[in-house]
């Protein structure tokens, strides 16, 4: 089945800094969505992008389909956005449904 | 509804007891997927349905799993005979799915029930 490597595993901020969480993946996609986990263990839905670049306030994410790999950015950090950040796709021409690989996770903490 | 809702949040269960885990999709999505979640994991795939049809449960770790969605909206994901090793916490979602577009493919998950098995 396809791979998905995110990097780096963990990260620590400080409030107001800015980072780039990386997704590698090992196959084409159909589907490539970003989502956090927040402390009570909800998935929030931050992006749907299989390619390009689209941005949500402090939020962007790019993905580079020919080359396998999606990028999140995080600006100006804040303590909210301390969670565990996930990558997950959907194969191309998946035989049956969309279902969703995910990777390992970035697991963020943004210090005041 | 709002969102996708799952209950019981949390079930204690002591091991070789069955559970019945229930996930509510939203409202008129054809998509359902459950998902299991280990702790310090990223979800893994289990089961999918559109609408009552189940195409897919490769990834149900055993025969003691096994999920229904008879009406093609609320979903019962069972577990006979329980051991230690299901312990996780179980993720619902759903998704438009048709006709296939981006913002029918994106999947909308569930808050989740944690299962501890003693």
């Known amino acids: 089945g396809i791979q998905v490597e995110q990097s780096p595993p963990d990260l620590i901020l400080q409030e107001g800094a800015n980072s780039t969480l990386r997704c590698n993946f090992s196959?084409?996609?159909?589907?490539l969505q970003w989502f956090h986990q927040n402390p009570w263990g909800q998935l929030i839905n931050l992006f749907y992008?299989?390619?390009g670049t689209k941005q949500n306030g402090r939020l962007s994410a790019t993905t580079v389909a020919t080359e396998r790999y999606s990028l999140l950015y995080i600006s100006s950090s804040q303590t909210t956005d301390s969670g565990v950040y996930f990558c997950?796709?959907?194969?191309?021409?998946?035989?049956?449904?969309?279902?969703?690989?995910f990777g390992g996770g970035t697991r963020v903490l943004v210090k005041p | 509804g709002a969102g996708v809702s799952q209950s019981p949040r949390y079930k204690v269960a002591k091991r070789g007891q069955d559970v019945a885990l229930r996930c509510d999709p939203i409202?008129?999505?054809?998509?359902l997927f459950w998902y299991q979640q280990a702790l310090g994991q990223g979800p893994e795939f289990l089961t999918y349905?559109?609408?009552?049809?189940?195409?897919?449960k490769s990834g149900l770790p055993s025969d003691r799993f096994f999920a229904e969605r008879p009406e093609g909206s609320v979903s019962t994901l069972k577990i006979q005979r329980t051991q230690q090793e299901d312990s996780a916490v179980y993720l619902c979602?759903?998704?438009?799915?048709?006709?296939?577009?981006?913002?029918?493919?994106?999947?909308?998950f569930g808050p989740g029930t944690r299962l501890t098995v003693l």
């Open positions: 979602a759903s998704s438009l799915a048709y006709p296939r577009l981006p913002s029918t493919d994106t999947q909308y």
């Open positions: 196959d084409s996609v159909n589907n």
């Open positions: 992008i299989p390619s």
């Open positions: 997950a796709v959907e194969r191309l021409n998946a035989a049956a449904g969309n279902k969703l690989t």
């Open positions: 409202s008129g999505h054809v998509s």
């Open positions: 349905f559109q609408n009552e049809a189940q195409l897919d």
